[in-house]
T-cell receptor
Framework: GQNIDQPTEMTATEGAIVQINCTYQ??????LFWYQQHAGEAPTFLSY????GLEEKGRFSSFLSRSKGYSYLLLKELQMKDSASYLC????????????FGRGTSLIVHP | DARVTQTPRHKVTEMGQEVTMRCQPI?????VFWYRQTMMQGLELLAY????????DSGMPKDRFSAEMPDATLATLKIQPSEPRDSAVYFC????????????FGSGTRLTVV
């Protein structure tokens, strides 16, 4: 199985930058996802990384290092609406393509 | 925007009753997942379908849970009999097999078993 670690909770200030880390241990790595989930809502897709490097999408960027089993989600120009849980999910190859989710990082953005 | 539709949104039932949850995946998506989310365990995979065929249900308690996909527009998850420990939010998600564009989650069914 996969072992996925994320910090449980982080706080940051509106307008600042925050980096949410995710480390994983797995064999047959086949991609890493980041999802955002507001309280009481469904997870929504943010990013997908399968090769090393940085993927940028507006205020959000995601980085992957396969050799280190490490990813981070970078949120810039934080807004109050970014307060949510951020879920890291790892997928392995081997016939099926099932993402396994970490427990998520609860981000609190304060004024 | 295309959506994954789940019904019902909320369900309160008594222990021992049968519960059926339904999901309409996005047209053209050939991969469907059922996940359960609780505060204690986070998101756990229950079942996985590709092209309507069940490929993985190892996370599902087989004695009481069953998942089917009778056609490409409908996936169902049944619990019989339900127990209080089944109380959770059940999400359906769909996507393409490679999933590079991510998987789209439905709004979920919040199940409470009393």
């Amino acid at each position: 199985g996969q072992n996925i670690d994320q910090p449980t909770e982080m706080t940051a200030t509106e307008g600042a930058i925050v980096q949410i880390n995710c480390t994983y241990q797995t064999s047959g790595f086949n991609g890493l996802f980041w999802y955002q989930q507001h309280a009481g809502e469904a997870p929504t897709f943010l990013s997908y990384n399968v090769l090393d490097g940085l993927e940028e999408k507006g205020r959000f960027s995601s980085f992957l290092s396969r050799s280190k089993g490490y990813s981070y989600l970078l949120l810039k120009e934080l807004q109050m609406k970014d307060s949510a849980s951020y879920l890291c999910a790892v997928r392995v190859s081997g016939g099926s393509y099932i993402p396994t989710f970490g427990r998520g990082t609860s981000l609190i953005v304060h004024p | 925007d295309a959506r994954v539709t789940q019904t019902p949104r909320h369900k309160v039932t008594e222990m021992g009753q049968e519960v059926t949850m339904r999901c309409q995946p996005i047209l053209g998506h050939n991969t469907v997942f059922w996940y359960r989310q609780t505060m204690m365990q986070g998101l756990e995979l229950l079942a996985y379908f590709r092209n309507r065929a069940p490929l993985d249900d190892s996370g599902m308690p087989k004695d009481r849970f069953s998942a089917e996909m009778p056609d490409a527009t409908l996936a169902t998850l049944k619990i019989q009999p339900s127990e209080p420990r089944d109380s959770a939010v059940y999400f359906c998600a769909s996507g393409s097999e490679q999933g590079a564009s991510g998987y789209t989650f439905g709004s979920g069914t919040r199940l409470t078993v009393v």
